[in-house]
C-alpha cells in the first residue's frame, strides 16, 4: 500500500529532518506512530498523504511513484485516503453533519442513500446532538470527533490519523481507537499517530517510532 524507499525530507535549505526512511504499510494493517515532539511525524504523515514530497529517496503510494504523478492524478489517488489533521480543517461554514457528509457528496452520491451512515456514525462519536451545529461552537474534543467520522465515513483503503484521541478523555479515547479497530478490521489500512503510551498499550500492534528523524519499527 505505501513504501519508502531510502527517503529524505528537508525544509527549504534547512537539516533533514527525516532520514533514511525504509518501510512499508500493508494492506489491512494497522500500526502506530510515536516519538518525542518535533521527531517528524507530522511530516512523515504529510508525506503518507502527498502533501509534501520527499527530497530523496522514492514514495511508492497505492502502487504508484509519487514523483510521477501529476496534479490531475492526485485528487483521485488522496480519495482513498482518510485523514484527520491535528488542526480538524473543518469547513466553518458547514454543520457537522454537512463536513462529514461532504466526501459522500463530492463523489455525487444521493443523500438519501448515505443520510443514516453519517447519522449512525455521528451518534457512534458521540455527536448524536451536535449534528446541526457548525464547527466553530464545538469544543476541541467535539472538532476531532467531527474530523474522525468525516476521515471514516467513506471507509478509505488507508487512514492516516495525527494525535487522533489528543483533545479527549481516556473512556472516549478507548472509544476512538475501537472504531479504528473495526474500520481496519473491514478492510483499512490505519496509522495511528500518538504520544499516548497507554492508547498504545491497549492493542498489541506494530510500532513505528521515530527518533533524531530515524525510524525504528518494533513489529
Ligand atoms: N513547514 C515547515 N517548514 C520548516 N520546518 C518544518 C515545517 N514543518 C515541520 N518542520 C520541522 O520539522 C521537524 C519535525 O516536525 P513535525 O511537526 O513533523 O514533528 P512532530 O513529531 O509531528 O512533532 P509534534 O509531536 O510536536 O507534532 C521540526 O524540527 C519542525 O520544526
Redesign the pocket.
Known amino acids: 500500500m505505501i513504501r519508502f524507499e531510502n527517503v529524505g525530507l528537508r525544509?527549504?535549505t534547512?537539516p533533514e529532518?527525516l532520514r533514511d526512511l525504509n518501510f512499508q504499510i500493508e494492506q489491512q494493517s494497522f500500526q502506530f506512530l510515536s516519538?518525542?515532539?518535533?521527531?517528524?511525524?507530522?511530516?512523515?504523515m504529510r508525506m503518507m498523504f502527498l502533501a509534501v514530497r520527499p527530497t530523496r529517496g522514492v514514495v511508492t503510494i497505492m502502487d504508484r511513484d509519487v514523483s510521477t504523478l501529476s496534479r490531475t492524478e492526485l485528487p483521485g489517488l488522496r480519495r482513498r485516503i482518510g485523514v484527520v489533521f491535528?488542526d480538524f480543517r473543518l469547513l466553518d461554514h458547514m454543520s457537522v453533519y454537512e463536513n462529514v457528509a461532504l466526501p459522500l457528496r463530492v463523489r455525487g452520491r444521493e443523500e438519501a442513500s448515505y443520510r443514516q451512515d453519517v447519522v449512525d456514525l455521528l451518534r457512534w462519536v458521540g455527536l448524536g446532538e451536535r449534528m446541526q451545529a457548525l464547527p466553530m461552537v464545538l469544543s476541541g474534543g467535539e472538532k476531532q470527533r467531527a474530523a474522525i467520522a468525516r476521515a471514516l465515513i467513506d471507509q478509505p483503503d488507508l487512514l492516516l490519523a495525527d494525535?487522533p484521541t489528543g483533545n479527549v478523555d481516556p473512556p472516549l479515547a478507548r472509544r476512538l481507537l475501537r472504531l479504528f479497530l473495526e474500520l481496519h478490521k473491514l478492510g483499512t489500512a490505519v496509522v495511528i499517530?500518538t504520544?499516548d503510551l497507554s492508547l498504545m498499550d491497549q492493542v498489541s500492534a506494530r510500532r513505528m517510532v521515530?527518533a533524531d528523524g530515524r525510524l525504528t519499527i518494533h513489529a
Open positions: 525544509y527549504d534547512g529532518v516519538g518525542p515532539s518535533g521527531a517528524g511525524k507530522t511530516s512523515l491535528q494525535e499517530a504520544h521515530l
